[in-house]
């Protein structure tokens, strides 16, 4: 099935909005006559076309680890062609997916902003020429930080745009759509990032091409964004600390909040992307800490116990609280962002994050003077922090505003390297969350193909 190519562009109902922490992206402007859509122009879709045509090629862990090990100019260079190639295409098959929503659909402002985002980021990365020097790896690299810093607004606008066109499009449609977005998007966050690490480490003081390497090279531990040696004690002791941060702001100093305990194997470590496990191990917290809080309101509530238990190939956390269990009437919507009867409160919530990395310490308050926990101890900010998408604050988003898209976001991350996220709730006690993840980092991220899209 062919679809007309369109993108809603900068009109009358779009305003540009500046500030001195934000990159200008479009909004729409509220008329008396139109507050809620905007109508898009059309497009060619012949460029488009071609770009759809051709087949990701998925990556795990262990490749980025292997290419990124022995870093020269040579396979500087070899990595920037990939991300040029590799994330054009992503990004057309995901403005495909779009064309495919009924126009309806395609009018709302939020989805509107989302689709303008992403045609013009396929536009710039399809003109970058081709990469042959490190003066042209730089002037690439200034592209890739450009989009991620603008796309910072994605997650929020199509969290409001699917809870508002579902007049047109059935809640389990705007999920899989929700879905397979926010997938992508991690996937092109992890390409771009991955990329402006390395070349951040070629150009460090401390890497020299083909040199013997230092026992206490920083580069042992750390491929671009790849932690090597991520330990499951401390990555769930630094996101218990940050959550434990977030619920004193929220219920104030005179509430007890539950300590966490870790059992099992502690000195379990794998190599992950940090900022991936933080989010979801950090959610997981937030979640069991609200439940005790406000399930029994106790000077000394029942702890939360963590076991990391490690298998041959993966590595198994279960989060276990005492919060009294998921209310029934939540529980069937756990892993909806459409779906759930909170939708009017989650709209007025998102409203408030015009900005949002699907982070953790992002829930901090902007002016926070706590202590800054990064994920390795005495390792500097990686790319991530610096371009929006590890542990930064980069919003002033309250600690107790709820949007309603932390499990499902949860999830997402956690399938992403093939994992898995279940939670068992047991009603009048409480919940059991199980995460399992690859040790061994040989799986490929999991995206949707093609041939699914062209189901649709």
Known sequence: MRVIGWAPVASPGLLMLRGPHRKGYAVAAATSRSPQYVAPPWRPSSILDEWVQREVRPISLRQLTFFGRTLTQDRLIQGANYARLELPTRIAHRLRNMQTLPYSALKNRHIAHV??????????????PEVRTLEDND????????????????????GMGVLEIQDSVSS??????????????????????????????????????NAKKSAMAPEDDFVGEIFLKCSAKEIIETCAATATELMSKAYGPSVAIPRVAIKGHLDTTFPYIPSHIEYIIGELLRNSMQGVIEQRQSSSPKPIEVLICEAAQSVIIRVSDQGGGIDRAILPYLWSFAKGPRRNMR????????????????????????PDRSHSPGSGPSSGEKYGSSLTALSSRPPDLRLGMGLPMSKIYAEYWAGSLEVHSLEGYGVDAFLQISKLG????VLSTRATMDAV
């Open 347 to 370: 709209l007025q919530n998102l409203e408030q994050v015009p900005k949002l990395a699907g982070t953790m310490q992002e829930l901090r308050w902007a002016d926070s003077t706590g």
């Open 115 to 128: 689709y303008e985002l992403y045609y013009t980021a396929f536009e710039r990365f399809r003109k970058v």
């Open 442 to 445: 040989n799986r490929n991220e």
């Open 139 to 158: 002037k690439y690299c200034e592209v890739l930080v450009q989009c991620l810093q603008e796309h910072l607004s994605v997650i929020p606008s199509l």
């Open 172 to 209: 389990e449609e705007c999920d899989r759509f929700m879905t397979t977005l926010l997938r992508s998007r991690i996937s092109r966050r992890v390409i771009a990032e991955q990329h402006l690490a390395l070349t951040e480490t070629f150009h460090s003081a401390w890497h020299f091409p």
